[in-house]
């Protein structure tokens, strides 16, 4: 290797490294210890009571600005518990909200038990919690009257005092009931504004209430470290969706008209679709605002209109569930699911490549296809990918030969641009002729290059969200999880920039980079100052892949491996063709 490519690469390693160390240093990496509701419950006992005694307090100061509750001595904060086939739920009463959502049949490997959909529950902010007004008012701290209906319902409620537009104090009851079915991730919330003794309707500045997804939900991930997870929030309107990722510490307000909010992981999410989105206020506010010190939140408040004298009555069907297209597509038939939703486009939530949706299709259908015969998704990845590399095999060899030829006839490119270097039209037309000489047309590589980006695009796109991939094991022992990187050994400790994992599958992936630039660079005739700039990619990208994807899913990164093994061999065998 030359001296310059040598420092270049040092200096590019130092920079890269030293930024990683930098982001550790002033951002350190969350990770909160996973939490026993039952003890989180038991925890806040005395918040709870020093809570009641400052509701006491500042009663008088509620009515003052319209809103208070009617206290009932004789309650005391309770749990519930529903349990179906597919989830268990937990609730205090409260304000009637939810304090655990485990998804039964789904694990999270590093709480070891199931997903936690209700993740950073705390006294000021609960999932499915109210809050009378709009999105900034407090949630509803009350302890609420309970009454388990059945095995699959349970409702809560509660008597306030508001003040009217005239003066004079109105009454009414919140009421929220929660109905499941034993085999659905979809559950029905109504909630009941329900007029009682002088009540002239509940309007806080155009907002009735407000309603709001859980804090965060699981699994557990380590933003600073896992950067192929996140929380995305989706609006859809009927048409088509928008999509939003905030950063730490955020609130945005989405001011479009809407039909469903979500809050997404990369597996599974928190869907809320109003009955009649009429009455629903267009203002949906996003926030990753965390009252937990070092927790990071990911929260939709949806907002109702304010309500008249009459009341209301308003449903809410919440999907709790896998973000795959099995358990989504089924609410747009009505036949298909209990609850007779029809249209509702729960599916569209799904992470796709937009334009090449149809491609991610086509190469779903392939690997599914195949799976059924090999019943290991690691396998069908491998096959995948050689079907697809053979495929393209023409395109890659016509591109190998014309960047071959491209390189030939760089001297004689370079002699025209000293010959011509003030006459930019006379080399224009002097380069044209060169490459009708040797048969060159300078368009005949973009086309096969657009053809593999188009594809590698989708591939990236299937293999990095593909659920049927979590939770699927390769190689037991090693690739346990294609969703995740692979683990050869668990460390007490951290290694800087990479976490406390052991990876082994981005070493072969570097590897397979690293020979497979060799042999391209063995395969022309590179001089000079372009020879240079070649090493240093050979060598310097792939000291940066290595940090950018040691902890991508090991399903994408068996994809990239086998593709550049398939390639290096095909480039050995191009090259002993170019040498004939």
């Not at 509660?158 to 559950?187: A, C, H, L, M, Q």
């Not at 039209?425 to 060159?440: D, F, M, R, S």
Request: net charge positive; proline share 4%; glycine share 6%.
């Amino acid at each position: 290797m030359e001296k310059n490519t040598a420092w270049a690469i040092g200096l590019s390693s130092v920079v890269l490294i030293g930024f990683f160390a930098v982001q550790s240093y002033l951002m350190p990496k969350n990770t909160p210890p996973v939490e026993d509701v039952s003890k989180n419950s038991v925890g806040m006992e005395k918040e709870n009571n020093v809570q009641n005694d400052v509701n006491s307090q500042i009663a008088d100061t509620f009515v003052e600005k319209s809103l208070t509750a009617l206290n009932d001595e004789n309650l005391l904060e309770e749990n519930f518990t529903i349990e179906t086939k597919k989830v268990k739920a937990i609730f205090t009463n409260r304000g009637g909200d939810v304090l655990s959502y485990q998804l039964k049949d789904h694990f999270d490997s590093e709480r070891n038990g199931y997903i936690e959909m209700a993740d950073n529950i705390s006294q000021k902010n609960r999932a499915f919690s109210l809050s009378i007004g709009g999105a900034d008012a407090s949630i509803s701290n009350e302890i609420f009257t309970a009454k388990k209906i059945n095995d699959k319902t349970i409702g809560f409620f509660k008597n306030y005092k508001v003040k009217n537009s005239d003066g004079t104090i109105g009454e009414f009851t919140i009421v929220k009931t929660y109905y499941f079915d034993d085999s659905d991730y979809v559950f029905k919330l109504d909630v009941t504004v329900s007029p009682g003794e002088n009540f002239k309707g509940l309007d806080l500045d155009n907002a009735a209430y407000s309603l709001r997804t859980s804090p965060q939900m699981g699994p557990f991930y380590n933003p600073k470290m896992n950067r192929y997870e996140n929380r995305q929030f989706i609006s859809y309107n009927g048409k088509s969706k928008k999509s939003v990722v905030l950063g730490t510490n955020q609130t945005k307000t989405y001011d479009k008209p809407w039909k469903w909010v979500s809050m997404a992981g990369k597996y599974f999410e928190v869907l809320i679709y109003p009955a009649s989105n009429d009455v629903m206020s267009e203002k949906v506010t996003y926030t990753s605002k965390s009252d937990l010190s070092e927790k990071n939140n990911a929260q939709a408040i949806i907002t109702r209109q304010a309500v008249n004298a009459e009341g209301s009555n308003d449903t809410y069907y919440i999907y709790v569930g896998p973000r795959n297209e099995k358990d989504l597509r089924i609410y747009n038939v009505p036949e298909n699911n209990v609850w007779k939703l029809d249209s509702v486009r729960f599916d569209d939530s799904m992470q796709t490549s937009g334009f090449l949706s149809w491609l991610e299709v086509i190469l779903k259908f392939l690997l599914e296809f195949i799976n059924k015969f090999v019943h290991n998704w690691g396998i069908s990845i491998i096959i995948v990918t050689a079907i697809l590399k053979f495929a393209m095999f023409p395109i890659t060899a016509k591109t190998a030969k014309s960047t071959v030829k491209m390189q030939e006839v760089q001297p004689k490119m370079q002699a025209l641009q000293e010959k011509y270097k003030g006459n930019p039209q006379k080399l224009n037309e002097q380069t044209a002729k060169l490459y009708k000489e040797i048969g060159y047309n300078p368009l005949s590589g973009c086309l096969p290059m657009l053809v593999q980006f188009v594809i590698l695009f989708a591939m990236y796109n299937l293999f990095n969200n593909y659920f049927e991939f979590r939770g699927a094991s390769f190689i037991p022992g090693w690739i346990s999880d294609l969703s995740t990187g692979d683990t050869v050994k668990t460390l007490g400790f951290d290694i800087p920039l990479l976490g406390n994992q052991i990876r082994l599958l981005p070493v072969i992936y570097v590897i397979s980079q690293l020979l497979f630039g060799k042999i391209t660079q063995n395969g022309g005739t590179s001089v000079g100052q372009s020879n240079t700039q070649m090493k240093l990619m050979m060598y310097g990208m792939p000291i940066l892949f290595f940090f950018l994807f040691y902890n991508a899913p090991s399903g994408l990164l068996l994809y990239w491996t086998v593709s550049n093994l398939i390639q290096l061999g095909q480039q050995l065998f191009i090259n002993s063709r170019i040498k004939k």
